[in-house]
């Protein structure tokens, strides 16, 4: 018996920590039962990655837009319907996956299902993107007017002060508007969920159902016997999900400090 995480934590039976982090197989029901947890790891930071991908273009932009671009009252009303988006349950964005997403792209590249890895990190994506517009807004409007001014008097246009002069100072606050999607898509259950496939393999692409930590923990805590080997795995895989989001709050609260130093 293997003893991880401090006395009295059985984790599974004849396992090391090695062969749990780094196994391929995931299968708690088999006989004897495979507790390989790489699948999954790699399954939630493809996702994680994919929904970046999506999010970060379309979050810089958009927040850019409603920092410098768009007129007050244009402002007035679209801030409120990006911060509304952020309120939407995550189920609703998975039902819409299941019932919109999945089939388009399944018949658009003649995909035996649509439920994979490039439509978790499309909807997850779609999902982040609210929380990254607004913070980068925030940071975008957070540099000292004086900052433009500046630029301006020294004969820059509109658009280089704002490519050489707002976003470099704005740059840790951008940062964090990153790390805080990365977070947002990395915890995120019931979206997942319905859109992954939920196939514990090792994803070797974007077309085909992966599983995430989260998404694994969701559906199988409910069939897992209390004091279990199965049991106390997925406690362990919920130890590496924190792990994840631990270093990801790290990262942000060095990026924000950093960033208010700047803009004093």
């Known amino acids: 018996m293997v003893v991880l995480f401090g006395e009295g934590w059985p984790v599974f039976a004849h396992v090391s920590l090695s062969q749990f982090l780094l196994g391929k197989r995931w299968y708690p029901t088999s006989s004897p039962p495979q507790f390989g947890a790489l699948p999954l790891i790699l399954g939630s930071l493809l996702v994680t990655g994919g929904g970046l991908l999506f999010a970060v273009p379309l979050g810089l932009f958009a927040g850019i837009f409603l920092a410098e671009v768009c007129p007050?009252?244009?402002?007035?009303?679209?801030?409120?319907?990006?911060?509304?988006?952020?309120?939407?349950?995550?189920?609703?964005?998975?039902?819409f996956g299941v019932v919109v997403i999945?089939?388009?792209?399944?018949?658009?590249?003649?995909?035996?299902?649509?439920?994979?890895?490039?439509?978790?990190?499309?909807?997850?994506?779609?999902?982040?993107?609210?929380?990254?517009?607004?913070?980068?807004?925030?940071?975008?409007?957070?540099?000292?007017?004086?900052?433009?001014?500046?630029?301006?008097?020294?004969?820059?246009?509109?658009?280089?002060?704002?490519?050489?002069?707002?976003?470099?100072?704005?740059?840790?606050?951008?940062?964090?508007?990153?790390?805080?999607?990365a977070g947002r898509i990395i915890g995120e259950t019931m979206a997942v969920l319905m859109v992954a496939g939920g196939a514990p393999v090792i994803p070797r692409s974007f077309f085909q159902p992966v599983r995430t930590l989260t998404a694994t923990i969701a559906v199988e805590m409910g069939e897992a016997s209390v004091g279990s080997p199965h049991y106390h795995a997925l406690f362990s895989l919920a130890i590496i999900l924190f792990l994840f989001t631990l270093i990801l709050n790290?990262?942000?609260?060095?990026?924000?400090?950093?960033?208010?130093r700047r803009v004093r």
Not at 138 to 153: G, M, V
Not at 250 to 260: F, K, M, S
Request: charged share 15%; aromatic share 6%.
């Open 72 to 95: 007050p009252r244009g402002r007035e009303v679209l801030k409120p319907i990006v911060e509304l988006l952020a309120d939407i349950p995550s189920v609703i964005y998975g039902f």
């Open 250 to 260: 790290i990262l942000v609260e060095n990026l924000i400090p950093e960033g208010r």
């Open 102 to 181: 999945a089939p388009l792209i399944r018949n658009f590249l003649s995909l035996s299902t649509g439920l994979t890895a490039f439509t978790a990190s499309l909807i997850l994506g779609i999902m982040a993107v609210p929380s990254i517009v607004s913070v980068i807004e925030d940071a975008i409007t957070s540099i000292p007017r004086s900052y433009r001014e500046a630029s301006l008097a020294l004969g820059a246009t509109h658009w280089e002060t704002l490519h050489r002069v707002v976003l470099p100072a704005a740059s840790s606050g951008i940062g964090a508007a990153i790390i805080l999607g």
